[in-house]
């Protein structure tokens, strides 16, 4: 069921960002799940692994709870049990057999999960490095649940420290590559106010998916 969870995934990152680049479908994802159990997973493991969809192997493909878990919330359902019990016409047997056991001991592996959720939280905050949001970019910080709130402070990456801005582009801005792919994303923020950022991503604010730019977008907003 993870290798049909992961298709699907892509698939509708592929539509989110209008992008059909590897790496930036993977970046989207591992942001996402991020976002959603501020837990750290690799974009280089999804690519790896939806690698394999593509090339039609037979290798077992495998994705930690948090990250099933998450890509089931991306793609519209409540949990991974869920998302099983919806697709279980087509279910390996495994996928059923884990689905009964869970909802015989659900109030133990439920305790169970949250122990090792806060362990794993308590261990993280000591050792992973953090940044928030500020202004028009990412800065690192220490993770200080007095200084920030839970959703301010974001897992660590150098590449979104690096080139992850919002910008006010004006008419003479580069928008595409040679080839025609958008070189600026666009999304509102909580005030509903179209902002411009220089990579893909989610908005920082709102945690909503960023979107290409298009021809219609810059003369409607930028070169109007």
């Known amino acids: 069921m ?3 969870l992961l298709k699907e ?19 989207h994802l591992s942001d996402f799940i991020v976002e959603d159990s501020k837990t750290p997973y690799g974009e280089r493991v999804l690519r790896d692994n ?5 090339n039609n192997t037979e290798d077992k493909i495998y994705l930690r709870a948090h990250a099933a878990e998450a890509l089931s919330h991306y793609l519209g359902f409540t949990s991974y049990a869920n998302y099983i019990k919806i697709n279980s016409y087509e279910a390996p047997s495994s996928d059923i057999h884990s689905l009964t056991f869970f909802e015989k001991h659900k109030i133990t592996l439920f305790v169970t999960f949250i122990v090792i959720i806060g362990v794993f939280i308590f261990h993280s905050a000591t050792k992973q490095r953090w940044m928030v ?6 800065i690192e910080v220490d993770f200080d649940t007095e200084k920030y709130n839970l959703n301010q ?13 919002k910008v006010k582009p004006s008419c003479d801005y580069t928008f595409f590559t040679p080839k025609g792919e958008a070189l600026l ?15 893909l991503g989610l ?3 709102t945690g909503k998916t960023l979107k290409p730019i298009t021809k219609y977008m810059i003369e409607k907003y930028i070169c109007n």
């Open 203 to 205: 908005h920082p604010e």
């Open 50 to 54: 939806y690698n394999k969809i593509l």
């Open 2 to 4: 993870h290798r049909k």
């Open 133 to 138: 949001w500020k202004g028009n970019h990412y």
């Open 9 to 27: 995934a892509f698939n509708k990152a592929k539509e989110d960002t209008g992008s059909e680049k590897l790496t930036h479908l993977a970046t």
């Open 153 to 165: 402070l974001k897992i660590y990456k150098e590449e979104r420290i690096k080139f992850f801005t």
């Open 185 to 199: 994303w666009y999304g509102k923020n909580e005030n509903k106010n179209l902002e411009f950022f220089t990579t």
